[in-house]
C-alpha cells in the first residue's frame, strides 16, 4: 500500500527521493562505467527478454544491443537511456521507477529497492541528468563512428525445400517434388529458411544425393524430352556438342556462367562416362548428377565470374525471392548485360514479375509460413464436440485466409486491412460456421452485416481454431500468436518444470476457462510472462475453439462412470475484456476491435516490414539493420500500406547487395564438385 502510494506520487515529489541515500553517489564522470558497472547489472537482471528490439517491449524506447555487441555499442545503448531519463527530477525517471517498480511496469520488480544494484543505475542515471546536451550529443558522435565500422556477416543459405522442388521443376521439366522425401525443416524465428539453422545434416546429405541419382536418370530416361541439349550430337564423342550442353545446363544450374575451372572439370566427367557407356546421353546424365550435388546448386553461392557476381547475385535473389525458383532466361539475361545493379533495373525487373503466376505461388508460401497454415491443416478437435470440424474444413479455413491476403497484395488494398476488412472469402461451411449468408460460389466474397464482431485474420476460423485446444480454446495460444506474429515480440519460453494443470471445473464450482487461468495470470512467478499473452486472448473468448461465436461458454462435467450419456452441459457467462499490454488505451472485447487497435500501431505496422525482411533475408533483423527497417516502413506507409511496394522497396535496398562481393572470396574455400561428393556445405565446419 505504501508503496503504492508513493509510486502514484512520485512523478510529482521527486524530491522525497532526492534526499534518500541512493541519490548521494559520487557522479560518475565518463562513460565507460556504463559498459562495466551497469549493463551487466541490466543483463542480470534480464531485462534484455522484453526490451530487444525482438522483445514484447519493443515499443518502448529501451532497446538492448545484440548478444555480443561492442563496448561502443553497449556505451552508445547507455547514452540512448537519456530517453527515459528526467533531467530535472531524476529520481523520478521512468529508467528508474519501471524497473524498481514504483510504478506499475509490465516487466515487474527487476531491481531491488535499497540494493547494490539500484545504486549504480542511480549514478547512470544521474551522469546522463547532469551531462550537457552538447557533450552527449559530441560522445555519441564519436562512438557511433567507431561501432559503425564493424561490419555484419551473413551465413551462406542453402535452398529451401520448396525452392529445391521448384528449381528441379524449372531446371529439369520434373514436377516430382524430390524436397517431399527430405528430412523436414524446422520452423526458428517465425521461418522455416532462417540461414542459421539450415543444417546439412547427413540425412539430408544422403537425401539430396538419392535425388541428384534420380532426377538425373528420369531427366534423360526417354531420351532429352526436356531440350536440356541446346544441339543434336552427331556422336557420343561430339566434343563441341558436349561443350555446349556443359555451358548451357551449368549457366542455369549454377545460375551464372561456370568458371573456366569448372567447365573443365565438367566436360572431363561427361567424356569418362561417354567413354565407358558409348552414350552422348549417359555423359549429360553424369552431369546432372554432379552439379545438383554441387555446393554452387544447393547454396545461395551465386558468385559469377570475376566482375559479374552481384549481377548473378541480384538475379538469383530476386527469383528466389519473388518466384521462390530459380532465375527464369529474362532475369539471366538482364545480369549478362549489367541490367540489375541499379535499384531502377532491379525495379523494373521486379515489375515484370509481379505479374508472373509463380509470384503469386511464391507469396502464399510466405504468408503460409508467417501465418502458420500448417497449424491449422494439423490442428484436431474433439469429435464430440465439434461434429462439423474436419479436414476439408480446416483446408477452406486456410483456403478463406489466402483469399484475403491474395485480394490486399494483387488488388493493391492497404495491407492493414488484414486485420479489419469487414469481409471475408467464405466456402459454404463456413458461411455456417460464422452464421453468415452463404455466398453464391465457393469462396465468393460475402460482406459483413454491420456490427458483426468479427473483422480481418483475427476473426477468422484459421486463426482462431489454430490457436485453440482440442476442447476448448487457449487464450496464451491466441495472445502469442498476436504477439509473436503481428508484433514481431517474443515471449520468452516457459521455464521448466512450471506446473500447467489448471484447475478442475467441476459442478459444484463451474469456472469459465478465464477464471481457471486467472491464477497465474496473477501469481509473479507468472504474471511476468502470461500478463503478456492471456489478456489478450481473454478479449477473444467469444470464439470457441473452432471460431464459432458463443455467447456463454458451455462446459461439460463428465459424469463419475464416464458415460457421456450422462455428462452435464452448464453454461456459464463469459467475460470477454481483453488488453494487450504495451499498447496504451487497447481495451477491447472481440476480433473487430482488437483488430482495429493493432492496424493502427505502429508496432504492428512496422512488424509487417519486419517479418518479410526475415523472410527474405533469411535473419531476424540487428539493431544494425534498424536504419533499413525503418526506411522500408515510411515506404510501405508512404504507399498507403501496398504490399506490393513493400517488395519494391526490399528490392531497392542496398541491404539486397550486401555480401554479395563477399560471396566471390567465399568461393574459393567452396570444395571442388565430384560426382558423388558428400562434402556439399561449403562452411559447415565454419558454423559448427
Ligand atoms: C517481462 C518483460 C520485461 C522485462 C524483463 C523488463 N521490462 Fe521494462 N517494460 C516492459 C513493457 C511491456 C513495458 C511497456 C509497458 C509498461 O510501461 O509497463 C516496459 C517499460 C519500461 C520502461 C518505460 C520505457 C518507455 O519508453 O517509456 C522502462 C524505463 C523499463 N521498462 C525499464 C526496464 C528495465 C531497466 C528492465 C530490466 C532491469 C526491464 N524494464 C525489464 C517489459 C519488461
Ligand atoms: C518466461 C515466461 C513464462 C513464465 C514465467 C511462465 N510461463 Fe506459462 N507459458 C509461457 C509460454 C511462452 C507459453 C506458451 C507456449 C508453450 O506452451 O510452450 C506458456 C504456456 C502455459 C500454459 C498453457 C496454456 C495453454 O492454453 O496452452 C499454462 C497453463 C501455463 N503456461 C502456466 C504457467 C504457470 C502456472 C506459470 C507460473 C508458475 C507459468 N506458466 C510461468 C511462458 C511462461
Redesign the pocket.
Known amino acids: 500500500m505504501i508503496r503504492f502510494l508513493l509510486g502514484k506520487l512520485l512523478p510529482l515529489a521527486g524530491w522525497i527521493w532526492i534526499s534518500s541515500p541512493v541519490w548521494a553517489q559520487s557522479p560518475v564522470t565518463d562513460t565507460s562505467f556504463f559498459a562495466t558497472k551497469l549493463y551487466p547489472v541490466l543483463e542480470a537482471a534480464h531485462c534484455r527478454?522484453c526490451h530487444a528490439t525482438d522483445g514484447v517491449a519493443s515499443g518502448t524506447r529501451i532497446h538492448f544491443p545484440d548478444k555480443g555487441a561492442s563496448r561502443d555499442q553497449i556505451q552508445l545503448f547507455g547514452l540512448s537511456l537519456a530517453a527515459v531519463v528526467n533531467r530535472s527530477t531524476p529520481s523520478g525517471s521512468l529508467l528508474f521507477v519501471k524497473p524498481t517498480n514504483r510504478i506499475k511496469h509490465t516487466g515487474g520488480l527487476r531491481i531491488k529497492p535499497g540494493s547494490d544494484e539500484e545504486k549504480i543505475l542511480s549514478q547512470w542515471i544521474q551522469y546522463l541528468a547532469s551531462a550537457s546536451d552538447e557533450s552527449l550529443a559530441a560522445e555519441r558522435r564519436r562512438l557511433s563512428e567507431s561501432a559503425g565500422a564493424s561490419t555484419q556477416e551473413h551465413a551462406v543459405r542453402r535452398l529451401t525445400h520448396s525452392q529445391y522442388d521448384n528449381t528441379v521443376r524449372d531446371l529439369l521439366g520434373d514436377y516430382s517434388r524430390p524436397a517431399l522425401h527430405f528430412p523436414p525443416e524446422d520452423y526458428v524465428d517465425g521461418f522455416k529458411n532462417q540461414a542459421q539453422y539450415q543444417g546439412m545434416t547427413p540425412l539430408l546429405v544422403d537425401a539430396y544425393s538419392t535425388a541428384a541419382e534420380k532426377l538425373a536418370l528420369n531427366a534423360f530416361r526417354a531420351g532429352d524430352i526436356n531440350h536440356l541439349i541446346p544441339c543434336k550430337p552427331v556422336s557420343a564423342t561430339d566434343v563441341k556438342c558436349r561443350d555446349l550442353f556443359v555451358r548451357s545446363f551449368g549457366l542455369r544450374a549454377f545460375r551464372r556462367p561456370l568458371r573456366e575451372v569448372e567447365f573443365k572439370r565438367y566436360a572431363a566427367a561427361f567424356s569418362v562416362q561417354t567413354g565407358l557407356s558409348g552414350k552422348f546421353l549417359e555423359g549429360a546424365r553424369t552431369v546432372v548428377e554432379a552439379m545438383l550435388q554441387s555446393p554452387n546448386f544447393l547454396f545461395h553461392l551465386e558468385a559469377g565470374p570475376d566482375g559479374q557476381s552481384v549481377d548473378y547475385g541480384v538475379a538469383s535473389r530476386l527469383a528466389y525471392l519473388l518466384q521462390d525458383t530459380m532465375p527464369d532466361k529474362a532475369l539471366l539475361d538482364a545480369a549478362a548485360k549489367g541490367e540489375l545493379r541499379t535499384a531502377t533495373g532491379r525495379e523494373a525487373a521486379t515489375r515484370r514479375l509481379l505479374d508472373d503466376p509463380r509470384t503469386h505461388q511464391a507469396l502464399d508460401e510466405y504468408f503460409d509460413e508467417w501465418l502458420r497454415f500448417d497449424r491449422v491443416l494439423n490442428s484436431s478437435k474433439e469429435g464430440r464436440r465439434f461434429p462439423e470440424f474436419s479436414l476439408e474444413m480446416a483446408a477452406s479455413m486456410v483456403e478463406e485466409t489466402r483469399r484475403l491476403l491474395d485480394h490486399l497484395v494483387w488488388d493493391d488494398r492497404n495491407f492493414m486491412e488484414l486485420l479489419t476488412a469487414d469481409y471475408a472469402y467464405l466456402s459454404s461451411d463456413l458461411a455456417t460456421l460464422y452464421k453468415l449468408p452463404a455466398p453464391a460460389g465457393q469462396f465468393e466474397l460475402v460482406h459483413f452485416p454491420a456490427g458483426t464482431p468479427r473483422a480481418g485474420v483475427l476473426g477468422e476460423a484459421s486463426f482462431l481454431a489454430a490457436n485453440a485446444?482440442p476442447t476448448e480454446t487457449?487464450?496464451?495460444?491466441r495472445g502469442?500468436f498476436i504477439r509473436e506474429q503481428l508484433l514481431c515480440q517474443h515471449?520468452?519460453?516457459?521455464?521448466p518444470n512450471?506446473?500447467?494443470?489448471?484447475p478442475e471445473a467441476t459442478e459444484d464450482k463451474p469456472l469459465t476457462r478465464r477464471q481457471r487461468?486467472s491464477?497465474?495470470v496473477e501469481?509473479p512467478?507468472?504474471a511476468?510472462?502470461?500478463r503478456l499473452?492471456d489478456p489478450i486472448g481473454f478479449g477473444l473468448e467469444s470464439f470457441d475453439a473452432i471460431g464459432r461465436f458463443r455467447e456463454h461458454e458451455t462446459i461439460l462435467i463428465e459424469s463419475p462412470m464416464g458415460k457421456s450419456k450422462d455428462e452435464k452441459k452448464i453454461n456459464l457467462d463469459l467475460d470477454t475484456r481483453g488488453e494487450v499490454a504495451g499498447i496504451p488505451n487497447s481495451t477491447f472485447s472481440d476480433s473487430s476491435q482488437l483488430g482495429a487497435i493493432l492496424a493502427q500501431s505502429t508496432v504492428c505496422q512496422e512488424c509487417m516490414v519486419r517479418q518479410i525482411f526475415r523472410y527474405a533475408f533469411g535473419r531476424l533483423e540487428t539493431s544494425a539493420d534498424e536504419e533499413t527497417i525503418h526506411q522500408l516502413f515510411a515506404t510501405f506507409r508512404d504507399s498507403g500500406f501496398h504490399f506490393k511496394d513493400l517488395l519494391i522497396g526490399l528490392v531497392r535496398s542496398p541491404e539486397f547487395l550486401a555480401g554479395l562481393e563477399d560471396n566471390q572470396k567465399g568461393v574459393t574455400r567452396t570444395p571442388a564438385p565430384s560426382v558423388r561428393s558428400k562434402n556439399v556445405s561449403p562452411n559447415a565446419a565454419a558454423r559448427r
Do not use: E, F, R, Y
Open positions: 527478454l485446444g487457449s487464450p496464451t495460444a502469442i515471449v520468452p519460453p516457459p521455464p512450471v506446473d500447467t494443470n489448471l487461468m491464477a497465474h501469481n512467478l507468472c511476468s510472462c502470461h499473452m
